[in-house]
Structure formats: structure tokens, C-alpha cells
């Protein structure tokens, strides 16, 4: 009864997103494999008494969406997560919040704390108006029309 055919010893992690991407999040060295129980890395023959038959050894994560789409936040790493100190200027990436956010696929934000994928995003929403919409006339400004 070894770790090598235990369900609690895994050689991978992974996360799967809607989109097909997939992110490797753990790979052990050869030979080895991470124990969940024991929260080390033990070798395929090491032996103990928490063995589970069972498992392939890779945990995969599966997650809705896109990596862009999903934010962590960190510490601030252009004032090191010290945000604003007392007389100080406040950071201007995270605006003396000390914290940022970290996207799944590697980004971390700049001040307007958004993606360049949700940049792009927004910047191609075109706004329109349901032909069926009633409207009605606003007064205001000159000529009736709002300023």
C-alpha cells in the first residue's frame, strides 16, 4: 500500500476554465507525488496509514468563465502592500489600498484595476435603444435640450 495507488497523493493540479484554457498549478518532481493527509511531498513508494485506494493523482479545478475573468487581491507590489502612509502620497497603482488585483492568468491590475481583455470589452459595447422603448421629451437647458 503505497502512494503511488492512493487517492490522497496527487502529481498535478490543474484549473480548466469554460473557455479551454488550462493552467498548471502544481507539478511534482519525479518519482514524487504531493500527500493531501500529510501535506508534504512523499515518493510513489513511501507507505503510511491514511492510504485510500484509488485515484488518477491529477486534481483538476473546473471554473466557469475565462483566467481574465477572475481576480484575486494581493498586496500592491509598485509600494510593496504599504498603500498610504501618514503624510505620505498614497501609491498610485492601488491608491494607497495597499491591494490589487491579481487576475488568474497572470495579470495585476493597474489603477483602474481592470483587465485589458475587459477594456477591450467595454470598449465595444455599443449602446442602443429597443425600437418598442417609449420615450418622452425632457425640458431643460436651451432649446429644450439638456446640457
Known sequence: MHCHGCSHWVCERRRQYGDGTVQTDYVAPEGKGHCDVL????????????????????????????????????????????????????????????????????????ETWLHPKERERRAGIVATVDPGTVLRSVRGGRDGILS
Not at 65 to 79: I, S
Open 39 to 110: 501535506g508534504m511531498e512523499t515518493a510513489a513508494a513511501f507507505g503510511c496509514l491514511s492510504f485510500a485506494p484509488g485515484g488518477n493523482h491529477v486534481e483538476t479545478e473546473y471554473i466557469d468563465g475565462a483566467p481574465w475573468e477572475r481576480w484575486a487581491m494581493v498586496p500592491c507590489p509598485d509600494c510593496e502592500g504599504r498603500g498610504c502612509t501618514m503624510g505620505g502620497r498614497a501609491c498610485q497603482r492601488c491608491s494607497g489600498t495597499a491591494k490589487v488585483r491579481r487576475y488568474d492568468d497572470g495579470y495585476v491590475a493597474d
